[in-house]
């Protein structure tokens, strides 16, 4: 692996026995994410995009393959990047600053010195004021910035997020995007960032990887060349449009039912 790469998934799947059968829900996926990098995953539901991100996540074995940060498999090893999912899953009971604490107070840091570094960053992104509320008195876009900045503090150098704005209104999930490429470019994180949304894809990305219906495999890598900072209008450019319609081209292609589970 190259030095400039972060992130390698080597022939990775993912098969489940059920009732007797093989049930494939991941073919072998191949991509590398070079450090520093937003990397969008599209694909059709089922393709085990999700699958590919609990193997990454170390929450399970693949079938086959390997995972490598620069160079050291992590497959098995659970806690080695940061993992959020579309449902927050605050703690009801904890306000929403000690549910951001959550993950350093899991890796031994003391609450108070991990307090002293959330309140700087709450205040910084929005929740500053809210320390004491608790989940179910913010509204979903501000839960969830209380879990993104709860995956930011666990301090990992990669993240991967599967599709964290997905049941949020079109106005909060344009707000949300906006927000965290601001986090992207304060912090330097690695993101993979799962999507359904085309849109949300080009607009994030510096890199979309396009995965066949199931078993998922890796069609085609496009790389986002519209410059950054980006703005709301550049969704209506050629460019944009271009490079979405190419995307959803790659996605109609071969779509026919397969064998397979998400």
């Known amino acids: 692996m190259g030095e400039a ?4 998934v080597i022939g990775v799947s993912k098969i489940f026995r059920r009732e007797g059968k093989n ?39 693949p079938t086959t393959g390997d995972v490598l940060v620069d160079g050291k498999s992590i497959v098995c090893k659970a806690g080695t990047v940061g993992y959020m999912l579309q449902k927050d899953l605050l703690l009801p009971w904890r306000t929403i600053l000690d549910n951001i604490i959550l ?14 570094r959330a309140l700087p960053l709450m205040e910084r992104y929005g929740l500053g004021g809210f320390e004491e509320h608790y989940p179910n008195e913010l509204s979903g876009g501000m839960r969830q910035r209380a879990a993104l900045l709860r995956t930011i503090l666990y301090d990992r150098d990669i993240l991967l997020l599967d599709e964290p704005f997905g049941a949020l209104d079109a106005q909060t999930r344009f707000s949300m995007q906006n927000w965290l490429l601001d986090i992207w470019k304060d912090f330097g994180k690695t993101v993979l ?5 085309i849109d949300e894809a080009i607009y994030l990305s510096d890199d979309i990887y396009v995965f066949s219906p199931r078993p998922g495999r890796v069609r085609a890598k496009i790389t986002v060349t519209i410059e950054r900072p980006r703005k709301p ?12 319609h190419h995307l959803l081209d790659l996605l109609a292609e071969g779509r026919v039912p397969a064998e397979g589970i998400s």
């Open 5 to 8: 790469c972060k992130v390698e």
């Open 23 to 61: 049930v494939i829900a991941l073919g072998e996926a191949d991509f590398q994410v070079e450090e520093g990098r937003f990397v969008s995953i599209i694909g059709p539901s089922g393709c085990g995009k999700s699958t590919l991100f609990n193997i990454m996540a170390g929450l399970m074995p």
């Open 103 to 116: 993950g350093l107070e899991v890796r031994g840091v003391p609450k108070r010195q991990a307090v002293r």
């Open 193 to 197: 960032f799962v999507t359904h949304d």
């Open 233 to 244: 209008e550049d969704m209506t450019t050629p460019q944009f449009m271009e490079l979405k």
